[in-house]
């Protein structure tokens, strides 16, 4: 598709387990990011990769969170021993943008719920 | 550093009124400013940017903000609301030496109303 393509849209784990939300972009943008949104909150930014790197991971909440990018394409945030805290929408987004114009295409998210 | 503030989390409006969503921002640098709109279950979509061009910016289906440095303020606006409109309104600022990432206000949802 033409768009940022999120999977899976809605996932339901219990606490403890291993979950992994995979972004993939729109073709030949270098530029992708993840970010969180919670109930009653703005969006909370995780990770920034520039190609496969990972120029600004600031955001990210704890060490149980990781992130990785290949091929300058798809990534995958992994978040291990899951807390019941970490219910949220996760979006990616990305950006043909080497120069940053703010601009960001949105993907429309992973939907984790953990119990 | 940087913010936004979304003065309302909530507006309603009835069809063909006008529509008025706050937002003020603060920033040790010229900023640059920007509305998104996010519809239900849909991703986040670029309504209009300020990059320090014109003052008042027109973006898509409408909408338009003005960006007042002396209020710090930059309002988005519509003269006709459609029920379409209908959606969550987040405000964004990107500063100087900020520019891998975006800082999000809170969000504004839009209600519509016949």
């Known amino acids: 598709g033409a768009g940022v393509s999120q999977s899976p849209s809605n996932k339901v784990t219990e606490k403890g387990k291993d979950v992994e939300l995979r972004c993939d972009p729109i073709?030949?943008?270098?530029?992708l990011y993840w970010y969180r949104q919670s109930l009653g909150q703005g969006l909370e930014f995780l990770i920034y990769?520039?190609?496969?790197?990972?120029?600004?991971k600031s955001g990210l909440p704890s060490d149980r969170f990781s992130a990785e990018r290949t091929g300058g394409s798809v990534s995958t945030l992994t978040i291990q021993r899951t807390q019941q805290e970490d219910s949220a929408v996760y979006l990616c987004?990305?950006?043909?943008?080497?120069?940053?114009?703010?601009?960001?295409?949105f993907g429309e998210g992973s939907r984790l719920t953990v119990l | 550093a940087q913010s936004v503030t979304q003065l309302d989390s909530h507006v309603s409006v009835s069809e063909g009124t006008p529509v008025l969503l706050r937002c003020n921002y603060s920033?040790?640098?010229?900023?640059?400013l920007f509305w998104y709109v996010q519809h239900p279950n849909k991703g986040l979509q670029l309504l209009l940017k300020?990059?320090?061009?014109?003052?008042l910016v027109k973006g898509i289906n409408g909408f338009e903000a003005e960006f007042k440095k002396s209020e710090t303020s930059f309002h988005l606006t519509k003269p006709s609301a459609h029920m379409s409109d209908a959606a969550e309104y987040f405000c964004?600022?990107?500063?100087?030496?900020?520019?891998?990432?975006?800082?999000f206000g809170t969000g504004t949802r839009l209600q519509v109303t016949l």
């Open positions: 300020y990059t320090s061009a014109a003052t």
């Open positions: 964004v600022v990107s500063g100087a030496g900020t520019a891998s990432k975006l800082t």
């Open positions: 987004a990305s950006s043909w943008d080497r120069v940053f114009s703010g601009e960001l295409f």
């Open positions: 073709s030949g943008h270098t530029a």
């Open positions: 920033s040790s640098y010229s900023p640059s």
């Open positions: 990769f520039q190609g496969n790197s990972a120029p600004d």
